[in-house]
């Protein structure tokens, strides 16, 4: 099994085209000739976003006598997701220990020169 390289998948993911690949293929696998049918540009090109791809560890290709099937592997977009949210959870927690101490902060903050406390300025 390939090892997960978060910088492989978020390149491969950071293309419109690849993106519109995985899209198609989330829905079930595809030859390279359809999943390039949509597109305005050429075979040689889609096969180029899909060797992208491949390399991210986002497609398999199967080969059946002349044709080339693709299929989606979730797990690197899986392990990214993973990723995000445990860097989501971290920043959470980090950003509301930050507001916890402001608000504390501010209710033992002494009154500024001409201000009285409980009272606007």
Request: cysteine-free.
């Amino acid at each position: 099994m390939p090892s997960f390289d978060l910088d492989h998948t978020l390149g491969a993911l950071s293309d419109p085209t690849r993106r519109a690949l995985i899209q198609r293929l989330s829905r079930g696998e595809a030859r390279v000739t359809e999943l390039a049918r949509p597109f305005a540009i050429s075979l040689n090109s889609v096969s180029k976003h899909i060797r992208r791809l491949e390399r991210a560890g986002l497609v398999r290709r199967r080969v059946r006598g002349r044709e080339h099937i693709l299929s989606l592997n979730p797990e690197p977009l899986d392990e990214a997701v993973a990723w995000m949210e445990r860097q989501r959870a971290l920043w959470t927690a980090r950003l509301n220990a930050l507001d916890e101490l402001l608000r504390a902060e501010e209710t033992q903050a002494p009154p500024r020169p001409g201000e009285r406390k409980g009272r606007p300025g």
